[in-house]
């Protein structure tokens, strides 16, 4: 995101970036909007204080006041093309008034017929939901505009430059990647991670992979697995954040065996969220577990402590 914003600010491409977390959750839809509309024009500069041109339109409903804001100033104080970058979309998911939110964004997309300056605007939006999760009501249109972008892990070639970092001869850099790579599976924070690991072993030059199977080990597995944000992430994500965690997890147990194949079904609520997690992956029309990393630390005896007793059985 930050790489592509600096890309297009160097095309004369007008770019704001919008972390929802600094709006908080625990707000009034009001204090939201409003301070959505404060760091737009921050990072713009925009001549109109958003505050004082917010208040004086009281009279018009939030989402009203949302829309003419961007048709009534920041289309006409600025006369390029503007990406806004939404991140952390998934903190959406806890407030109860977003859906006018995102039925904002696709009134924009449908004014570009009629009004063409609409076409100069851009939202790209970040975080791990699916384009359904954002509108909730289903008396409404589902946020079904735009194109879906899913990050995809490190192919070895991608991740070569990494081995010019591992501080060991240059020759055997690549075999050691590959080695990675094979626990990782190309994830990207953990094949930086583990990257990273190997290069704080400054007295280990004559790598094995039976040596760097134990940092592994030693790293991720164990009390270990407790103390990492992305497995935390992951685990969360299967438990707390689940509204059916059972579902979810004897899903994950019937991929992770791998007796048959498991399609992918985009209406499945369980299996959109073992993607979401990072835990799965589509290969074709069938899910697999993503990495041998996450095979290690979720594997059976995991899932039996998890499952909800259910005493009915």
Known sequence: MMRTSQRLSEEGVKTVIIDLTQLGTQVTAEAWYLGLLAIIEDQLMLDTSAVQWWKAHAD????????????????????????IFVDEIDTTLSLTFTDDFFA??????????RLPEF???????????TPGDLIRDPARTPF?????LDMTDFSFEEALPLA??????????????????????????????????????????????????????????GEKSEQD??????????????????????????????RKVVLDQEQSLSKTQLKL????????????????IYRTVFDERWIKEHLPINWAK
């Open 144 to 148: 079904n505009i735009g194109q879906r």
């Open 104 to 113: 904002s964004l696709r009134y924009f997309y449908q004014a570009r017929v």
């Open 229 to 258: 944000n992305n497995l935390q992430f992951v685990r969360d994500m299967l438990t707390r954040r689940s509204e059916n965690a059972e579902e979810v997890l004897l899903t994950y147990r019937e991929i992770r065996q791998e």
């Open 60 to 83: 018009l409903g939030i989402t009203q006041r949302l829309t003419r804001f961007f048709e009534e100033v920041l289309l006409r104080e600025v006369a390029t093309p503007i990406v």
């Open 164 to 221: 010019q970092g591992l501080n060991v001869p240059t020759d055997s850099a690549p075999e050691l990647l590959r080695w990675i790579l094979k626990w990782t599976g190309g994830h990207p924070y953990l094949t930086q991670r583990l990257c990273r690991v190997v290069t704080e072993q400054q007295w280990e030059i004559n790598w094995t992979e039976a040596k760097l199977d134990e940092l592994v080990t030693n790293t991720f597995f």
């Open 277 to 292: 997690s990072g835990l799965v992956k589509r290969e074709g029309r069938a899910l697999k577990v993503r990495n041998s």
């Open 119 to 129: 076409q100069r605007l851009t939202f790209v939006l970040v975080g791990v939901a």
